[in-house]
């Protein structure tokens, strides 16, 4: 192959490669994130109806909604949005009911996911993120201010 030939080629293939890691970033299935927990009350194996660390208040709640602010937006704001403000292609989380209500909604939709013709809508998080770490998400939509 002549130099010139070589060159064109090599700029074709590292063209394909840049855009197919273009179009994978884009894509909806970024792998999930583990969140950091440190520091925040562990919760043991069984799950709660609660969220534990509303109820603890204090720092507690505090670090939960700081962490949580984190962990949602490497785990859920590709589909529910900046700062979990909706742009319509999930429903908006700041609409939970609040209260048990409400945290008993999350638990079920964030553990199990959301599947519809055998397809997931929404992937199960169970196997990919800790108690501590849904109820660290919970405090941060639950306190995320209301829509208008
Ligand atoms: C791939 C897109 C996607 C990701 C990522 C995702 N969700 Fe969802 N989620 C959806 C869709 C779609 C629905 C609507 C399911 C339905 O119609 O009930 C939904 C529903 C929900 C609901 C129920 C809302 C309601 O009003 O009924 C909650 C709560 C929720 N998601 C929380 C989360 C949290 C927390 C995360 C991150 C840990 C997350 N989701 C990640 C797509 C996603």
């Known amino acids: 192959m002549r130099r010139k030939t070589m060159l064109a080629a090599f700029t074709v293939i590292l063209g394909a490669q840049l855009l197919i890691v273009k179009v994978s970033q884009g894509h909806g299935d970024v792998t999930p994130q583990s969140v950091d927990v440190t520091g925040l009350d562990k919760l043991g194996e069984e799950f709660l109806a609660e969220n534990p660390y509303r109820a603890m208040g204090g720092e507690q709640y505090e ?9 949602y937006n490497q785990n859920c704001a590709r589909c529910h949005g900046l700062e979990a403000i909706s742009g319509g292609i999930a429903p908006d989380v700041r609409l939970l009911e609040d209260g048990e ?14 599947s ?10 169970e196997e990919l993120l800790s108690q501590e770490a849904m109820w660290a998400i919970r405090s941060y939509t639950e306190t995320r201010p209301k829509p208008e």
Do not use: C, H, T
């Open 101 to 114: 209500l409400g945290d008993e909604w999350f638990m079920e939709r964030v553990r199990n996911g959301y």
């Open 116 to 125: 519809q013709n055998g397809a997931y809508k929404m992937p199960p998080f």
């Open 63 to 71: 670090l939960a909604i700081e962490i949580g602010a984190s962990g």
